[in-house]
């Protein structure tokens, strides 16, 4: 059944008359969230107290939501769990890749990956203090970086700034053919383009679930370990929630099997009674027509945008394949115009140095929304509207 994206935009609730292409960084609220979180505070938290770790099913919400977020990314069932941020994830990952290859010292990535990925990676090398070094190419050079001196590539499918997309399938396959492993950041991939990570024989991967899966500011993020690494993978962080027993409240660590050693603390159960919420919008959702979708977007935007804003530089590929859900522009005055866009009704975000970034959700974006965004940044940029002093004040986040 084709995707009805009509229905899917009456799901959420986004303020008359503004047009947001911002589900990249934070996606809009959907309707069912404030009582399905008033449910897990009032009837749940409220009426059952500490029982509701058994009643309402709070301990197995990380396993049954990871499920859910599974069919979204192509992994198999059992091999999501969610909870921690997508740094601790990304930590968790990398550490479990390194030590899987005793024998290797490099972490590849690449110089439009997103800073929080390349902190952790640096972090944990110099915390293993045993000659391990991250090692950064131009995104075009990552396949051909690919030798038997990587012990783990660590690479984000899209890329946050640009909107450039990785092709995970044969990076996955030069990566393997030279003995490393895979991690992949799919922060701007889940919920935007079709994802295999189990036809692509990723090793690991983690995401986000606020930006297009839509759980909300500080939703929990996920990991994704490959059913063959479940049963081995050692976890460096071992919380209690990862142990085999976690109240038989041993003195040493035993791992849980599967990818719930991968739990780390206590789950944000009302944020995950959000993200359950959130995750029903996708119940009549075909990843395939998001993406078609996504793709007539972006490309009327990019169309209409060229053609009306010359000062304007495309920093997002044009090749379909090339491209994640979002497009991004360089201007000097980048900050300004967005700002000047988003007084208007129009809310991207900007990326330092210089880019304007747009994000494109089909679930409650339609073709009018890019066409009247495309003409009120046009109009900003032919009257030099952003030139003005409130525009040019930076605010703490952009």
């Known amino acids: 059944m084709q995707t009805d994206f009509t229905a899917t935009r009456a799901l959420f609730d986004i303020p008359e008359g503004l047009i947001y292409l911002d589900g990249n960084s934070l996606g809009p609220l959907p309707r069912a969230v404030p009582a399905r979180v008033a449910q897990a505070m009032q009837a749940e938290w409220g009426q059952m107290l500490i029982t509701a770790w058994n009643k309402a099913g709070w301990m197995e919400q990380p396993a049954r939501l990871g499920d859910r977020a599974a069919r979204l990314i192509g992994a198999e069932p059992g091999s999501v769990t969610l909870g921690d941020t997508l740094s601790i994830k990304v930590f968790q990952a990398v550490s479990a890749?390194?030590?899987?290859?005793?024998?290797?010292?490099?972490?590849?990535?690449?110089?439009?990956?997103?800073?929080?990925?390349?902190y952790m990676a640096q972090g944990l090398a110099d915390l293993l203090a045993a000659g391990h070094e991250l090692r950064i190419v131009a995104p075009e050079a990552v396949e051909e970086a690919i030798d038997e001196t990587i012990a783990v590539t660590m690479l984000t499918e899209v890329d946050y700034r640009t909107g450039r997309k990785h092709d995970m399938k044969r990076l996955t396959a030069k990566a393997h053919a030279a003995g490393a492993l895979t991690f992949w950041d799919l922060a701007h991939s889940a919920g935007a383009v079709p994802v295999a990570l189990a036809e692509c024989g990723a090793d690991f991967a983690a995401g986000c679930t606020y930006k297009y899966l839509n759980a909300g500011p500080g939703a929990p993020a996920?990991?994704?370990?490959?059913?063959?690494?479940?049963?081995?993978?050692?976890?460096?962080?071992?919380?209690?929630?990862?142990?085999?027993?976690?109240?038989?409240?041993?003195?040493?660590?035993?791992?849980?099997?599967?990818?719930?050693?991968?739990?780390?603390?206590?789950?944000?159960?009302?944020?995950?009674?959000?993200?359950?919420?959130?995750?029903?919008?996708?119940?009549?959702?075909?990843?395939?027509?998001?993406?078609?979708?996504?793709?007539?977007?972006?490309?009327?935007?990019?169309?209409?945008?060229?053609?009306?804003?010359?000062?304007?530089t495309l920093v997002t590929p044009r090749n379909h394949a090339s491209r994640g859900s979002q497009v991004s522009f360089a201007h000097p005055e980048g900050y300004a115009i967005m700002q000047a866009l988003i007084a208007r009704g129009v809310i991207g975000d900007f990326r330092a140095p210089d880019i304007l970034r747009f994000g494109f959700t089909p679930l409650?974006?339609?073709?009018?929304?890019?066409?009247?965004?495309?003409?009120?940044?046009?109009?900003?940029?032919?009257?030099?509207?952003?030139?003005?002093?409130?525009?040019?004040?930076?605010?703490?986040?952009?």
């Open 97 to 118: 890749a390194l030590q899987a290859r005793p024998e290797r010292r490099v972490i590849l990535s690449d110089n439009g990956n997103f800073p929080t990925d390349l």
């Open 222 to 312: 996920f990991i994704y370990v490959a059913p063959r690494h479940a049963a081995t993978v050692q976890p460096a962080l071992c919380g209690w929630l990862g142990h085999d027993a976690p109240f038989a409240f041993e003195q040493g660590y035993r791992p849980a099997p599967g990818t719930e050693r991968m739990r780390v603390g206590t789950p944000p159960v009302l944020q995950m009674a959000a993200l359950d919420a959130a995750l029903d919008v996708w119940d009549s959702v075909d990843m395939a027509d998001i993406r078609k979708q996504s793709l007539a977007l972006t490309d009327r935007f990019i169309a209409e945008v060229e053609a009306a804003c010359p000062d304007l």
């Open 364 to 398: 409650y974006i339609g073709m009018d929304e890019v066409e009247r965004a495309a003409a009120i940044l046009a109009e900003i940029m032919a009257t030099r509207a952003w030139d003005r002093p409130e525009f040019h004040a930076r605010a703490r986040v952009t």
